[in-house]
């Protein structure tokens, strides 16, 4: 068995000092059992409470409320470093901040400093139960008057559900038919977390479904001031999460294209017809070992430049316009598509360049393909080059919404 | 769960009657347990059965030898058939084809007749352990006085090599150097199978090694007359075997890309950004879908086309010319590398048209490019385009080999 | 200079005897002069006499109208044989044959069998003014009891306008709005061809402008039993029209990849980082080269079948079905989209088969590019990988219109 | 006529200020008459002078010897804006620096720093005649007593050869056959250039022979401290080169799409089958910007990055360490591969985007792939490839050479 290639700072722009130890130390524990857990699947508990106890889950909450202050791009460089090893943690530990960051962007800070607080000190893991395309959940009408109010109905895709602490939640205001997200603990009664995640690939998301039976809701618990991309500040929510999704592919790439190249330098011999002793010699192999790096390259420059960008943006808060913000989904957009792409080309390709006794499923090396391949299918590349190509042909920026 | 799609005849230029049906029915009967015996891996004991009770084992077999008579179309039609829902049987049922044209092109009537016979008779399902890039079996010299020759040493690859009826082994000649290929009972002593195949795709073939510990040979058994490779007629036996892989390829593609359709039609609802309420309706999936059907459809015709050159390079017998060799070696390989293409590309882009829900384990949707993954890497696909390119450029046909 | 290349029957299916020779007699014409006429663009007079004289222009005329009672697949062959030198002469030979089709197709036997023998016997060229899109030329009502028709105002995009001896019109119905198609000899009274047809490419093909200024058409000009489109088997004219440019495309492809060949194998040396002194044994030039050969070759045999489809779609006149017709009009779509991709394709890498000295200005080698890029404009090529879509998805065929 | 689009600084990330101004003015000047020159061909004085006289030819030089002082990220940002409208010319201003470069880095401050002073004080004009490949020029060896050289002989693809007021020559030692390079003042009796450059594209570099007879060589005239390739410092020349080229490449890509998209939005109609009025609305023709757009913003990324690589490797002169300028190398190879498809895909995709009025030989809009398909053979991709994957691969950095 080649054992997971553990993680290196290679190709990160922004990571170093205690939060790049952190990072690489918890990449290294995941490392050790992610070809056994991803033929597992389920719940990672042991690693969920191995990040819980790395610091790591408030990487990005202000230091005054108890976190580690990174920035946008070092939580996104740690995302991508998981991923190289373990896609799924990456993605729970992406999500994470995705959540923490939507608290901020969607909420008041009566709300979020008291999250972010809690977070810290706990330790908190969050789950996702948000899912505006999946709108069988219905919220008593926040206009009643009634001081409490109660969701009903399921949830899909809910990722890191099983084993979270607190819950982010999506439902349909039953009056005004509008969205609205507010947050709960996973504790309150009425919830159900099915963990009935199985799919071929992120096999440790736990993006399972989650039910609510008349779960009580706490005014104060509903994110409305300013809601749901209910700013221009408060849409650069979607981004993160594109941005996220962005460096868990990237991530996915770079694992594959590693574990290609030690098993490349392992063969033994060259194919016979190359005229050479060595593959590492072999006209073709170096060829198309060089279309792969550059396509990550290419992902690469344009994710580190969208993580940028959106630290730019973030800091910008209420001053934030809506062009700025248009451009940012430009580049969220182009990091994206390159990066998806990257991902199951370098995963697939990954075999051309081993040779055949890659496939021996001891090494489970086909699992950054299905990764790439199921984590790929979060929301259609196409319509991402639309809305690059509606800016290039009539300078129309994206609209905002969950997906763009 | 979606139950995989029985096989059609659609697409199939060549199967028909009495064939068809023997086809189609075991192909139907594979389908039912494909998913389930993709997760177990190991040798379907129960399927390989099936095929000697199906009489398709002497599909190719001439009528006066007690076979069905099957042209070399037909025989590739039966392949693609099967890998439509089974690629791991369609490549066993291949390389039975593949042996017994190896009698025929390698050995004497005196040899291959009675081979012929029997395995009609008695319904012989032949395993492979001919594998000229492993060069660790030895036998003994055949320019000894010895009457018995005997084969030492190990075999990797070897397809089919569990529950084999007879084996064909190649090994190296002691003293010349040069590759010696003859047949095997494999209940000869000394044969031990070790059934350890465990690739992540393809993973009933039961390609793993085979061993050998001073077998007996009878020079009766020895197929030198040609010998290997030993006249021009001879050489399209690599041919053949890189056309049943093309039509296993080919197999694949169109089974992905029928679940496909099954999975897309199967969706609720379009893309919101699209505009439209069915994904039927949807720009992009139309666009996608045209995609692939038209590399699925190119990589037909040119498999199509490579089939009837076999056929007649093969009743051409030795006055089949090198440059007529040449000429399907070329249409093989335009063949080949386009249904390799196209099988990555389809079970790859399946999930691109079917969306999320088609990544549930439970369909294991995913053996369709685990599978074309694994089988593609028989052999490199760049020397197969240098082969195409030095025709075109300088006129020069592939040099007749064990891979080209 | 680097003299164009002869035509030679290679990589032709179907074109052989008296039909071949006259064909490649007029290619190998039009090679010696195909640089200079490129250059200077405008009408190519003497080629087209050249026409006139070789009988071509009559070859699909059945031999009862004094035709040479060519095929579909024969007449389509003589295209691409012709394209491979001239695309410009390629095209307008194409279009004579798609002319008498509509005759064929549109209109009755007393009107296309006197049109058919006077073409044949005073080998008549037909110029197009056929262009459904361009609604600017207006026709007197067929309703008015008024014996004498006329048509007003402007066509564009009018292929072998110049220098012809009849043309094929369509104009808007004033009343009923409907297209209406009709023959006109050219000498007629109130038409005005510009001539002024100036594209970078195709530029031999006067394809330009044309004005009628009330010209008389008689009743029995307009061809309206079926007229446009007007049964299922006329609805296979704009099919014949999309496979004479696959052929015209398919021509390119090969002319470059001749041109190709020539240049590489010309040249003094290999680049210095390959290793090796002649660019014939550069590995990459040879991938490079088996690239290109392919997907030529997968256009070829599609197009190949297209035709043979075409023939027989044909010749089942008005037994033919909605659903054959559907069948052959996914064969063209196939056949077109690969042959569009493979002449832009072919035309542009052969600069990096042959390298930087191929792009002397003398030897304008850069048409083929050119010819290609302007004519696969004809109509977009993703509608037809759309309809390809539509039919693998739902299994709907194209609907039958002027360019589907 | 579509007036070529003038130059705005859009898509440059360093340019600013004075030598924005002067820069946004002569590219500004040269659209005017980018089309008439093309068809033209041969040298543009008038342009060439207005080069001069903008003080742009000393953009570079250090304001100590009269430059403007512009960074490396500064030069290539002008060379990437003239090219939009006008890649001869680009070219031309680009190796001007690249010879001023080479001063620098091949010779001592004795002979850099007069060279600097006079370019900058009289404007001069450098034309290049070093081809290390082509090895027809012989100057007297260098170890010699004789105080006067001699050189001999013949150069190809001297670009900006004619109107040159100095000229960099390279040759081989007819002693110790190394190259040798030298500066000359084009006046030097002996020297004849030839002006022969007639390419189907970037047709204004005169880029033709020189010949040189018997032409007098002062010993202070041979760059030999350190001397070409003398010294890590002195082996970024060839990468400087490629960056230019790169910076070309991507300047063509852009003034291609930008072309493109006022054609688009000029166009009447959309296609009919796409269901929408205004070719803006077209989901397919949306697509395709968006994946010409992507292409071109990955290759400005990495061409930045480069950039800014060279800017910093540049002021380590000495210190400069091989993996330093390995690092570099790959950057360079990156951005340059990158932009070579990007010019070549935006070049040609132009005319899908905009339709076929836009191939109206009026507008010349096929001058941009012409210009991309001639200078993206400077030296063959695959080999850049083959060096990404190289390090990849068994992290070897690039062999220093002069395309490397």
């Not at 602490?165 to 349909?172: E, G, H, K, Q």
């Not at 618990?221 to 300013?226: D, F, K, N, Q």
């Not at 996915?252 to 593959?279: D, L, M, Y």
């Given at each position: 068995v080649s054992k997971p290639t553990g993680p290196s700072l290679t190709g990160l722009a922004f990571l170093q000092g205690d939060l790049a130890l952190r990072a690489e130390r918890i990449a290294a524990y995941l490392a050790e059992s992610a070809v056994e857990r991803d033929r597992a699947g389920g719940t990672a508990k042991r690693e969920r409470d191995q990040f819980r106890s790395s610091g790591l889950l408030r990487a990005w909450i202000p230091v005054s409320y108890g976190g580690l202050g990174a920035s946008w791009p070092e939580v996104l460089d740690i995302v991508r470093l998981v991923a190289r090893v373990d896609s799924s943690l990456a993605h729970l530990f992406g999500f994470q901040h995705l959540i923490l960051a939507t608290l901020r962007l969607f909420g008041s800070p009566a709300q979020f400093e008291p999250l972010f607080r809690e977070t810290a000190e706990r330790e908190l893991f969050w789950g996702n139960a948000l899912n505006p395309l999946d709108k069988r959940t219905l919220l008593t009408a926040l206009t009643t008057s009634a001081d409490e109010?109660?969701?009903?109905?399921?949830?899909?895709?809910?990722?890191?559900?099983?084993?979270?602490?607190?819950?982010?939640?999506?439902?349909?205001?039953?009056?005004?038919?509008?969205?609205?997200?507010?947050?709960?603990?996973?504790?309150?009664?009425?919830?159900?977390?099915?963990?009935?995640?199985?799919?071929?690939?992120?096999?440790?998301?736990?993006?399972?479904?989650?039910?609510?039976?008349?779960?009580?809701?706490?005014?104060?618990?509903?994110?409305?001031?300013?809601?749901?991309?209910?700013?221009?500040?408060?849409?650069?929510?979607?981004?993160?999460?594109?941005?996220?999704?962005?460096?868990?592919?990237?991530?996915?790439?770079?694992?594959?294209?590693?574990?290609?190249?030690?098993?490349?330098?392992?063969?033994?011999?060259?194919?016979?017809?190359?005229?050479?002793?060595?593959?590492?010699?072999?006209?073709?192999?170096?060829?198309?070992?060089?279309?792969?790096?550059?396509?990550?390259?290419?992902?690469?420059?344009?994710?580190?430049?969208?993580?940028?960008?959106?630290?730019?943006?973030?800091?910008?808060?209420?001053?934030?316009t809506p062009d700025e913000r248009g451009q940012l989904a430009l580049d969220v957009a182009a990091a994206k598509v390159t990066s998806a792409r990257a991902s199951l080309d370098a995963s697939s390709k990954l075999f051309e360049l081993s040779g055949p006794r890659a496939t021996d499923a001891k090494q489970s090396l086909d699992r950054f393909w299905r990764n790439a391949r199921v984590h790929t299918l979060h929301d259609p590349v196409d319509y991402k080059l639309k809305e690059l190509g509606s800016y290039a042909l009539v300078e129309q920026f994206p609209t905002p919404s969950f997906y763009s």
């Open positions: 109010l109660s969701v009903s109905g399921q949830k899909s895709f809910c990722s890191g559900s099983v084993d979270a602490d607190r819950l982010l939640v999506s439902a349909t205001d039953a009056v005004s038919g509008r969205l609205v997200v507010f947050t709960l603990p996973s504790s309150r009664p009425g919830i159900r977390v099915f963990g009935d995640w199985n799919s071929f690939g992120q096999r440790q998301t736990d993006s399972g479904g989650v039910e609510f039976d008349k779960v009580k809701v706490d005014r104060q618990e509903v994110l409305s001031t300013p809601g749901p991309l209910g700013s221009t500040f408060a849409s650069i929510r979607p981004l993160i999460a594109q941005l996220v999704l962005t460096n868990v592919y990237l991530g996915i790439a770079e694992g594959a294209f590693g574990e290609a190249k030690i098993q490349t330098r392992a063969r033994g011999a060259a194919w016979p017809a190359s005229g050479v002793e060595r593959p590492t010699d072999d006209s073709y192999i170096l060829l198309r070992y060089g279309e792969v790096a550059l396509s990550i390259e290419a992902a690469r420059v344009l994710s580190d430049r969208a993580a940028l960008s959106l630290q730019a943006a973030y800091q910008r808060e209420d001053k934030l």
